[in-house]
Nanobody, 122 residues
């Protein structure tokens, strides 16, 4: 089993920055992919970014590619999402996920956190 706990969300003005964290416990993640997704009420959960825990190779959605960075700290067993130049359209609940999906930007992950709210005001 893997437990994921997100933190770092909040209210920020457009153009500001936030760093989300996802604390991981329960098992080693050497073969896992870790990702961030986001979701607004009534909408599909949307892929944001993914990273291979072992190799640190990463993938980001086009909408965030120049503004968000995904990275992990193996020693702290923590996943991060650095979000810069935030826009009102980034407002959502952000979830971290762990698993071994065939395609990282699909929702086929084994474990999900409960999410953290990010609100960007204009």
């Amino acid at each position: 089993q893997v437990q994921l706990v997100e933190s770092g969300g909040g209210l920020v003005q457009a153009g500001g920055s936030l760093r989300l964290s996802c604390a991981v416990s329960g098992r080693t993640l050497d073969t896992y992919v870790m990702s961030w997704f986001r979701q607004n009420p009534g909408k599909e959960r949307e892929f944001v970014a993914a990273i291979s825990w072992s190799s640190s190779s990463s993938l980001r959605a086009d909408s965030v590619k120049d503004r968000f960075t995904i990275y992990r700290d193996i020693a702290k067993n923590t996943l991060y999402l650095q979000m810069n130049d935030l826009k009102p359209g980034d407002t959502a609940v952000y979830y971290c996920a762990a698993g071994r999906p065939r395609v990282p930007y699909t929702k086929n992950y084994d474990y999900w956190g409960l999410g953290t709210q990010v609100t960007v005001s204009s």
